[in-house]
């Protein structure tokens, strides 16, 4: 049973730890993220650069001015059912200072996160007992029945000899 535990904890740790990271990105555009608008300089239907299996997918490339008025071009990666054309006008999220982070308004990624929140859960749920309640003494039962407690040391009185 404790082996079954540890690895559940276990699996749990690798979940929290890879889904920690995967969804680093979502509480930082939710604490440094700003607004612009941003000209759709092109849009295509192409193959996932970041993935292995080459899906396919809505390439934005994104041309926007940060708040401080430098002008940034960037390629957003968006499902290919968007309905977006080269010379639209979009809302774009990006964080000051770093060009690879503009995404179009809405093309955001909750499942890691929640799989982040459901892991976090998990580990908490999984920890190890506290070493006190885990190194308890249990009293020890003598014979078949159980009715005989082994004696402790404070329990045994020394007689003294005359």
Same mark, same amino acid.
């Given at each position: 049973m404790e082996i079954r535990r540890l690895r559940l904890a276990m699996t749990a740790l690798v979940v929290f730890v890879v889904s920690g990271f995967s969804s680093v990105n979502e509480?930082?555009? /939710? %604490?440094?993220g700003r607004a612009a608008r941003a000209d &759709? +300089?092109?849009a295509k239907l192409g193959?996932?650069?970041?993935s292995r299996r080459g899906r396919n997918v809505m390439l934005a490339t994104l041309s926007y001015r940060e708040e401080g008025g430098e002008h940034r071009t960037t390629t957003? =990666? /968006?499902p290919p059912d968007w309905e977006i054309t080269a010379g639209d006008e979009v #809302? +774009?999220?990006y964080i000051p200072g770093d060009p690879y982070t503009a995404r179009v308004v809405g093309n955001r990624s909750l499942l890691p &996160? #929640? +799989?982040?929140? *459901?892991s %976090? /859960?998990? &580990? *908490? #749920? /999984?920890?190890?007992?506290s070493r006190t309640r885990r190194n308890a003494v249990r009293p020890r039962r003598r014979g078949r029945s159980?009715?005989?407690? =082994?004696?402790?040391?404070?329990? &045994?009185q020394v007689l003294e000899s005359p």
């Open positions: 509480p930082r555009y /939710l %604490l440094w &759709v +300089v092109e193959r996932d650069p970041g957003d =990666i /968006l #809302a +774009v999220q &996160v #929640a +799989v982040f929140g *459901g %976090l /859960l998990a &580990v *908490g #749920a /999984l920890r190890p007992t159980g009715d005989e407690r =082994i004696p402790r040391r404070s329990d &045994v």
